[in-house]
């Protein structure tokens, strides 16, 4: 069985490659990736050398190169995790946000058309079902209203893998999760930025009024709910993957500081994210119920053991923030 896995360089996508080279010596993995400012092959270090793992550097969006690559290694499965990801940055550079999210995913369905590929998995998110008041969750059945040029993208992947499914016959899956935590987590994104700005006690910028509202979910129960779909999903379908943690920003913030002992004077309001949707919140009784997905991390103690891994991995992140990063960061929070 040999599986694509894009973006595989990435803080999802790292951690999948990882799980499944460990749970599935059998499989290949071939792990795509262009390598941007959030691609880190340092994420891989401790698999790099295993049989069942490659590493391939390439763009999804180039045609040419993709219908070679798939032509040579004959692919069982295709995941595509391969993504601009962040919505801050979406804001700014769109353009970026097209090419690889939705050109990309294109080439990519394109490849698996014309090549005998048993199924074609879309690494979706809940930002294309757009915001909740207090109440709700998002459904499989929600209709899609992306706010952000970030979740455009992504919606308008999704609609182009639902069309190769209903035009072409595709065998396909999206799945749609909520925001992810865990290890390998790229110091731009709320939790780490968070852990490392207290751990050098640095101001912590809290968008807004903090109160906007995320449904946490650990990286490995995703790991596991795209394993159970990808062996087991019905062809065609959506679904939701959501941790059932639900907590605004400041609830996160403020159990960092605590797990860390740092004041919680540290917290620093910033001018709200341009349409910043309030609240997400996910209904995964579709994978609990159709597929037994059971999440085994509670947010108590998924972040202590994130935390954990930061206090333990010093050299992963300070290379990080010592790069290009500090730059995007000193401009994203400068006028603020
Ligand atoms: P990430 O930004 O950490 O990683 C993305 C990876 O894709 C990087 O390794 C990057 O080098 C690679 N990449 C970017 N453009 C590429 C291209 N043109 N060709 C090949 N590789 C390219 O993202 P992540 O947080 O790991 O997210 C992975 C996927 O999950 C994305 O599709 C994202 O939309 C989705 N998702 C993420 C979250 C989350 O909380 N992180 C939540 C919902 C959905």
Not at 70 to 75: A, D, L, N, V
Request: net charge negative; aromatic share 12%.
């Amino acid at each position: 069985m040999k599986l694509l896995v894009t973006g595989g360089a990435g803080f999802i996508g790292s951690n999948f490659v990882r799980y499944m080279v460990g749970k599935y010596p059998h499989y290949h993995i071939v792990n795509l990736d262009k390598l941007t400012y959030a691609g880190n092959l340092g994420n891989l270090k401790d698999i790099e050398d295993k049989p069942n793992y490659t590493f391939i550097k390439g763009d999804i969006a180039d045609t040419e190169f993709i219908n070679n690559l798939f032509e040579k290694e004959s692919f069982d499965y295709v995941l595509n995790f391969a993504a601009e990801s962040h919505v801050d940055r979406s804001i700014t550079e769109p353009d970026i946000f097209i090419k690889t999210n939705v050109l990309g995913t294109q080439v990519l369905l394109d490849a698996t058309k014309n090549n005998d590929v048993k199924k074609y998995l879309q690494i979706s998110t809940d930002e294309v079902y757009g915001t909740l008041e207090e109440t709700g969750y998002f459904t499989e059945e929600t209709p899609l209203a992306p706010n952000s040029p970030y979740s455009a993208s992504k919606a308008s992947a999704d609609f182009l893998v639902r069309a190769y499914h209903e035009t072409y016959g595709l065998p396909i899956n999206i799945t749609r999760c909520s925001n992810n935590y865990g290890p390998y987590h790229f110091p731009e994104k709320l939790i780490p930025l968070m852990i490392i700005n207290a751990l050098n006690d640095k101001p912590l910028p809290v968008y807004g009024d903090g109160l906007n509202i995320r449904d946490w979910l650990h990286v490995e129960d995703h790991c596991q709910a795209i394993d159970l779909v990808l062996h087991k999903g019905q062809p065609g379908e959506v679904y939701n993957v959501g941790g059932n943690n639900e907590r605004t920003n400041m609830d996160v913030v403020k159990i960092i500081l605590n797990e860390l002992g740092k004041p919680e004077s540290l917290i620093k309001f910033v001018a709200d994210r341009l349409g910043h949707d309030r609240r997400y919140a996910i209904d995964a009784t579709k994978l609990k119920t159709n597929l037994g997905w059971n999440p085994k991390y509670r947010f108590e103690d998924g972040i202590k053991q994130t935390i954990q891994w930061y206090l333990d991995n010093k050299d992963w992140w300070e290379n990080i923030i010592s790069g290009d990063y500090q730059q995007y960061y000193e401009k994203q929070y400068s006028n603020r």
